[in-house]
């Protein structure tokens, strides 16, 4: 089993940035291809971004390309997302992850969720 705690969610302006943090405890964390979602009010979960077992491969939803970064320290077991010119859109409950397989766009494809924290982005 693999625990999963996301934080840094908040609210923030348009154009803001916030950084996510997702800690991970449990079963060896570094083996784990790690991703993001999102999931606004009656939509879908949506695929954010998503990172290699050792951070040297990422892979970005197209929506969020060049404004977010995703990031892992395996020595704190934690997982980033940093988000840079927010916009409305973006406003939604973020979520990481944990999965077998890299890259993986598909929700049903992670064994691991956290319990998700809410972003807000105001116009």
């Known amino acids: 089993q693999v625990q999963l705690v996301e934080s840094g969610g908040g609210l923030v302006q348009t154009g803001g940035s916030l950084k996510l943090s997702c800690a991970a405890s449990?079963?060896?964390?570094?083996?784990?291809?790690m991703g993001w979602f999102r999931q606004a009010p009656g939509k879908e979960r949506e695929f954010v971004a998503a990172?290699?077992?050792?951070?040297?491969?990422?892979y970005y939803a197209d929506s969020v390309k060049g404004r977010f970064t995703i990031s892992r320290d395996n020595a704190k077991n934690t997982v980033y997302l940093q988000m840079n010119s927010l916009k409305p859109e973006d406003t939604a409950v973020y979520y990481c992850?944990?999965?077998?397989?890299?890259?993986?766009?598909?929700?049903?494809?992670?064994?691991?969720w956290g319990q998700g924290t809410q972003v807000t982005v105001s116009s």
């Open positions: 990172i290699s077992w050792n951070a040297d491969n990422t």
């Open positions: 449990g079963r060896t964390f570094n083996r784990f291809p």
């Open positions: 992850a944990a999965s077998n397989i890299y890259p993986q766009i598909d929700p049903q494809g992670y064994m691991y």
